[in-house]
């Protein structure tokens, strides 16, 4: 295959791309950065592998190579790479929607820490009732917002992409109590997460302040009415840590201590893999190993 036609599939395969995710309404310029982070990714691609790469295509191993490029040679900023890699996950979940590949390659990769101090060990108690306690800095519905975002992330241990991917309707007040669907677009499997009732009552009081954007279903909107984005969450739990004088908490670390929890209080592991959505028990042994 030639440079030129090689280039052509990688264009006709991001206007795919493109075209899913106008239709899940996300803004303009996160679409253009989405779309310009693939075309880095193919650009390197084709240097390194050659006019037969494409993105359909895609190995974990290979994902892990271009992390490595970034960070090694490049020497990118921690913030650069991990939006590569939320692109290639974005990109990764529309190929398996779209029957072209069977799993999302970027999946379990894991981002690159900045500078060392993002935590990934569980919080204890203690650290979780100061993280829940400390007001933050913010207006008082974006407070809301924040620790509507904590809350969630605390007592259901969904991932960040997770999160932002939310939509109203997957927040069910009804019997036999309320409960979260989570849609994992790697395999197509929808699993409900129930939710304590003062996850409900801070859900509420979210709702209640929260954009009404005609149009926009997402839960989690930023203060301009758009869908939330995985580096805005970020920096939502960084700075709550740090109001609560927690240094490098991260998603990651309250996802491990909403593990290590439910863990501890069933001594069940198949109802800790199937809460946190893994495909196998495999994966959460060696999960919970880490903590």
């Not at 790469?53 to 020497?75: C, G, M, N, V, W």
């Not at 398996?96 to 390659?105: E, K, T």
């Not at 109203?168 to 019997?175: A, E, I, K, P, T």
């Not at 927690?246 to 909403?258: D, I, K, M």
Request: charged share 20%; hydrophobic share 40%.
């Amino acid at each position: 295959m030639s440079p030129q036609t090689s280039q052509g599939a990688a264009e006709a395969l991001l206007s795919q791309f493109e075209e899913h995710l106008i239709l899940t309404q996300l803004s303009p310029s996160t679409v253009v950065n989405y779309l310009a982070d693939l075309r880095a990714v193919v650009r390197w691609g084709m240097d390194y592998v050659g006019p037969q790469f494409s993105l359909a295509t895609l190995s974990p191993d290979l994902i892990r190579r271009y992390r490595s490029h970034l960070l090694k040679e490049k020497q990118c900023a921690a913030a650069t790479i991990n939006r590569r890699l939320q692109a290639l996950r974005k990109f990764g979940a529309f190929a398996v929607r779209a029957g072209l590949i069977h799993s999302n390659p970027a999946q379990g990769i894991q981002l690159v820490q900045d500078e060392g101090r993002v935590r990934t060990a569980p919080l204890s108690g203690k650290q979780v009732e100061v993280l829940l306690q400390v007001s933050g800095s913010e207006q008082p519905s974006l407070a809301r917002r924040a620790t509507a975002i904590l809350m969630l992330l605390l007592h259901t241990g969904i991932r960040v992409n997770e999160l932002v991917e939310l939509r109203l309707d997957d927040v069910r007040f009804d019997h036999p109590g309320t409960h979260l669907l989570i849609k994992d677009g790697r395999n197509g499997v929808t699993r409900e997460i129930p939710l304590k009732g003062e996850v409900r009552h801070v859900l509420y009081e979210y709702l209640a302040v929260r954009p009404n954007v005609e149009g926009e279903s997402h839960l989690f909107l930023s203060r301009e009415g758009r869908s939330l984005s995985a580096r805005s969450v970020q920096r939502i739990v960084s700075s709550r840590a740090r109001a609560a004088g927690l240094e490098g908490v991260s998603p990651q670390a309250l996802r491990r201590t909403y593990a290590n929890r439910l863990l501890a209080r069933t001594g069940d592991l198949a109802l800790v893999s199937e809460r946190l959505g893994h495909q196998n028990l495999a994966t959460t042994t060696r999960y919970i190993s880490e903590l």
